[in-house]
């Protein structure tokens, strides 16, 4: 029996960007334990119906909403219709992300408007939406995709790893003050995932070299790489076991440990990361970029 159900075979998630990738992988493993109902929320319908398609050949309690993060009030009103139609919300999965990718110098407010938009504050109207709800019921677990970027302060990723550093944070906040009310908070932290995101870098921002290039370039870092699917079975076997943290494989591990005991070992192997990356397009001291 799954933690997050406390016994109760009925049990009903909500997973946002549930359409591909990280979302899609943890809803198909979800919907493979009797007795759960996935609800799959994105932007994009048609990537979500195709992604309901295929979900309901593992079974077919599964559905959709079309829901942008972004928006506080349609995430309050896609939890609440989900509990009132299905009798409870059990699990949420804050997984919606983009990718911002680029030096501090050459990337404008819009690429850290975006990533906090929606990699941070889209996971705080998650919480803001699901954790009464949860607490009301004296049950639930909220699983927040946060990055290994947000908790080893990963370079050329600034306002990503900014947003990430702040749901890793949201979640511990979350852990302590939930467990009173029965709802637990699990934040995962994987580096490098085999997902259509890596291909939307900076999409429908100003390109930075990282455009074409952010799986390479993050690769040099050595970190693990591993798939979406085996992700998803690790993230499902630590709710099972109530655990706080997620971090993907034994290198992130290693680099999470460097970071906690070592820092300063830690810095100097960033720093040498990003020698050679080129600021092409970076301003000049005088200039102001709002784009």
Request: with cysteine; charged share 20%; hydrophobic share 45%.
């Amino acid at each position: 029996m799954s933690r997050f159900t406390d016994g109760h075979p009925a049990t009903v998630a909500l997973v946002t960007g549930g359409g591909s990738g990280i979302g899609l992988a943890l809803a198909r493993r979800l919907l493979a334990r009797d007795g759960v109902t996935i609800v799959i929320a994105g932007r994009n319908e048609q990537r979500l119906l195709t992604a309901v398609k295929e979900l309901r050949g593992v079974s077919p309690r599964a559905s959709h909403a079309v829901l942008d993060v972004r928006d506080p009030e349609a995430f309050h009103d896609v939890c609440t219709r989900v509990q009132r139609e299905y009798g409870s919300l059990d699990l949420l999965v804050n997984n919606a992300g983009v990718a911002v990718a680029g030096s501090v110098a050459e990337l404008g407010l819009a690429h850290w408007q975006r990533s906090i938009e929606t990699n941070l504050c889209g996971a705080v109207h998650g919480v803001l939406a699901a954790y009464p709800l949860m607490a009301a019921q004296g049950r639930g677990h909220i699983i927040n995709i946060s990055s290994l970027a947000g908790i080893i302060h990963a370079p050329l990723m600034g306002p990503y790893t900014v947003a990430k550093a702040g749901v890793t944070s949201l979640t511990m906040v979350l852990r302590a003050e939930g467990a009173r009310h029965g709802v637990r908070a699990t934040a995962v932290c994987p580096s490098l995932v085999e997902t259509p995101m890596l291909e939307r870098v900076n999409d429908a921002l100003p390109a930075t070299w990282m455009n074409g290039h952010a799986k390479e370039q993050i690769s040099r870092l050595g970190l693990g790489i591993v798939t979406a699917d085996s992700l998803a079975r690790r993230v499902l076997r630590a709710v099972d076991r109530d655990r706080a943290v997620v971090v993907a494989s034994f290198r992130d591990r290693v680099a999470w440990s460097l970071e906690r005991h070592l820092p300063a070992v830690s810095a100097r192997v960033r720093s040498r990361y990003v020698r050679g990356y080129s600021d092409s397009s970076a301003p000049g001291p005088d200039a102001v970029k709002t784009r």
